[in-house]
């Protein structure tokens, strides 16, 4: 008979949890077991036997990692939550638990509830999205799981920053008609060049989230105009037999867009050879259209699985 704040049974959270686990971070069953269950020790009468009774040790475990963490967040009087970095929250977490899914299943544990901020008081939102910008968002970001990533910082700074939020908004949608033409130029004219060479390439519109977006326009000083890297597509080709010829691929790729559009060598990123701290692998490069640029991303099938759902579970 337990109910959410929102008067929802409490039941919709770990089933929604549960949901970003299996769908959105494509992790394994256990996984999905252990969110369903990742509040029953904290919040019922049932204790850290009953679930190694029911489900086994490894899912029990995860469980009481997921309990440690909330009751050492709560208590610990050393944590400043105004303060609080993603590197001594990782380390803290790497002293609960050594099983990492307890660190994914917490970041779908925050998410939902950023899902569902605007049930709670303002004062506790406010305070939630600081948390997400301080400890998830890094954490997100060390694992990879950058649309779920983009997701935690869009709604904080929705919360943190409103009136900021919906004049960035507005503008952008003032811009939509004009953004959509840039990108349906670019992706239709590659995926001319592309079936003319016989490369099946699966071609992505992606925008900046408006976090990074509010952000950059925060550290540069600039208008939205100015911005640059607001507008990207994402090239996707199948895997090659191995990941050597992924690489090579990416580069003739690259070649192509070079003899059919106006690039820049100062835009290259090479993340090929020397892949980010999570794992990422991809050649970045831009093309011009409409005076404004164009980020391109190609990667190979199994690089933009990496770039979705990270490294670690899913590699």
Same mark, same amino acid.
């Given at each position: 008979?337990?109910?959410?704040?929102?008067?929802?049974?409490?039941?919709?959270?770990?089933?929604?949890?549960?949901? *970003?686990?299996?769908?959105?971070?494509?992790?394994?069953?256990?996984? #999905?077991?252990?969110?369903?269950?990742?509040?029953?020790?904290? %919040?019922?009468?049932?204790?850290?036997? %009953?679930?190694?009774?029911?489900?086994?040790?490894?899912?029990?475990? *995860?469980?009481?990692?997921?309990?440690? *963490?909330?009751?050492?967040?709560?208590?610990?009087?050393?944590?400043?939550?105004?303060? *609080?970095?993603?590197?001594?929250?990782?380390?803290?977490?790497?002293?609960?638990?050594? =099983?990492?899914?307890?660190?994914?299943?917490?970041?779908?544990?925050?998410?939902?509830?950023?899902?569902?901020?605007?049930?709670?008081?303002? =004062?506790?939102?406010?305070?939630?999205?600081?948390?997400?910008?301080? #400890?998830?968002?890094?954490?997100?970001?060390?694992?990879?799981?950058?649309?779920?990533?983009?997701?935690?910082?869009?709604?904080?700074?929705?919360?943190?920053?409103?009136?900021?939020?919906?004049?960035?908004?507005?503008?952008?949608?003032?811009?939509?008609?004009?953004? %959509?033409?840039?990108?349906?130029?670019?992706?239709?004219?590659?995926?001319?060049?592309?079936?003319?060479?016989?490369?099946?390439?699966?071609?992505?519109?992606?925008?900046?989230?408006?976090?990074?977006?509010?952000?950059?326009?925060?550290?540069?000083?600039?208008?939205?105009?100015?911005?640059?890297?607001?507008?990207? #597509? &994402?090239?996707?080709?199948?895997?090659?037999?191995?990941?050597?010829?992924?690489?090579?691929?990416?580069? &003739?790729?690259?070649?192509?867009?070079?003899?059919?559009?106006?690039?820049?060598? =100062?835009?290259?990123?090479?993340?090929?050879?020397?892949? &980010?701290? =999570?794992?990422?692998?991809?050649?970045?490069?831009?093309?011009?259209?409409?005076?404004?640029?164009?980020?391109?991303?190609?990667?190979?099938? &199994?690089?933009?699985?990496?770039?979705?759902?990270?490294?670690?579970?899913?590699?």
């Amino acid at each position: 008979n337990q109910s959410r704040k929102t008067g929802e049974p409490y039941i919709i959270h770990p089933l929604a949890v549960a949901r *970003i686990v299996g769908e959105e971070m494509q992790l394994d069953a256990e996984s #999905v077991i252990s969110a369903l269950l990742h509040d029953v020790v904290e %919040d019922t009468s049932y204790t850290y036997e %009953d679930i190694v009774a029911e489900f086994g040790k490894d899912i029990a475990d *995860i469980v009481e990692g997921l309990s440690k *963490i909330k009751r050492v967040y709560k208590e610990d009087v050393n944590i400043d939550r105004t303060n *609080i970095q993603a590197e001594n929250f990782i380390k803290l977490l790497e002293t609960i638990s050594v =099983n990492i899914r307890v660190i994914y299943i917490k970041i779908a544990d925050r998410l939902h509830n950023m899902r569902t901020l605007e049930s709670m008081p303002t =004062n506790k939102q406010l305070e939630k999205a600081g948390e997400v910008l301080y #400890v998830y968002s890094p954490l997100a970001h060390r694992l990879g799981l950058h649309e779920l990533k983009s997701e935690l910082e869009d709604i904080s700074v929705k919360a943190r920053q409103p009136e900021e939020y919906r004049e960035l908004a507005a503008q952008i949608e003032a811009r939509r008609e004009f953004y %959509d033409k840039i990108q349906n130029w670019v992706v239709s004219r590659m995926e001319e060049v592309f079936k003319n060479e016989g490369i099946p390439v699966t071609i992505n519109k992606r925008r900046r989230g408006y976090y990074s977006t509010w952000k950059r326009m925060r550290h540069y000083n600039v208008t939205l105009d100015e911005l640059e890297n607001f507008l990207a #597509v &994402r090239l996707i080709f199948e895997d090659m037999p191995t990941v050597k010829e992924d690489k090579l691929m990416c580069w &003739r790729i690259y070649g192509l867009i070079c003899q059919n559009f106006s690039t820049s060598v =100062n835009r290259i990123k090479d993340w090929l050879n020397r892949p &980010r701290s =999570n794992g990422y692998v991809a050649l970045h490069g831009a093309v011009l259209a409409y005076k404004k640029w164009v980020d391109t991303q190609i990667m190979s099938r &199994r690089m933009a699985k990496i770039a979705d759902l990270g490294y670690g579970l899913n590699s």
